[in-house]
Each structure stands twice: as structure tokens, then as C-alpha cells.
């Protein structure tokens, strides 16, 4: 039998991609089931309200849930620095 590769996570941000503090401003949107993609950052989970929580939240579709990681992404904050404050002050969030 033959390995297959699939994708089951793809990492979405809103800063450069050479941007020292990517990794903190990036979201996920990760397969939890066959079909059914859960938006996360780290151990939270976007709900379906748009706010962040820790119970799982998997019933997107794959393109729903890049739609809201996309939203997510725009819109995150890390350590009450956003990203157009992360661009502005690298290494500062």
C-alpha cells in the first residue's frame, strides 16, 4: 500500500511572512474530523459567535473556516499589541 499525504492544517497571518513575531499572530485552520475544520491559536478555538473559547468548535467546511482564519488573522492581538502595532514595533508584542 502506497503512503498518501494530505494537508490537515494550514497557518494563516496577517504579518509578513518574515516578520519576526509571525508565529504569535498566527491562527490555524486545522482538520479535527473527516470534513470538519476548527479555526485555533494555540489552545483556543474560534467559536461560532467569532469569539475565542476552549471548547472545540469544528463544523466549518475547509473554505469557512480560511474565510474566518482570515478574519481572525486581521484581527488578533497579542499581548494587547495588534497587528498594525506588530508591524510598526517589531519584536515588541
Known sequence: MQPRTRVTRYTVCAL???HPETYRFA???EETAPGRWAVTNRALHLQ???TWGIAPYSARTLA???DA???AARNITVNGASVAD???NPGRA
Open 69 to 71: 482564519a482570515e478574519i
Open 16 to 18: 509578513p511572512e518574515d
Open 48 to 50: 461560532e459567535d467569532g
Open 64 to 66: 469557512a473556516a480560511l
Open 86 to 88: 506588530a508591524i510598526a
Open 27 to 29: 491562527v490555524h485552520a
